[in-house]
């Protein structure tokens, strides 16, 4: 299947085919979408999505930093 068949005179998707939801931040590791906005971006109106588009560049779909490894687990097992 090729890319063209998604090809249309709207707005593209912002989604990159990395399509993971962060357990964390409920956003998709690839193009930092909520579940609903993924299932709503084909009924949005040109306007919601263009404020959409603005909006994901702010976005952090999955945190930086590091959860703490072993050494924070052994740290909550002792308490």
Sequence with gaps: MTQEVWKRDEIQSPCVQICVIHPETR???????????????????????????????????????????RAAKRGRKAQ
């Design 27 to 69: 956003l998709c590791t690839g193009c930092a979408r909520s579940i609903d906005e993924i299932t709503r971006w084909s009924k949005m109106s040109d306007d919601e999505r263009l404020s959409l588009l603005a909006e994901l560049p702010k976005r952090e779909a999955a945190p930086k930093t590091r959860r703490g490894g």
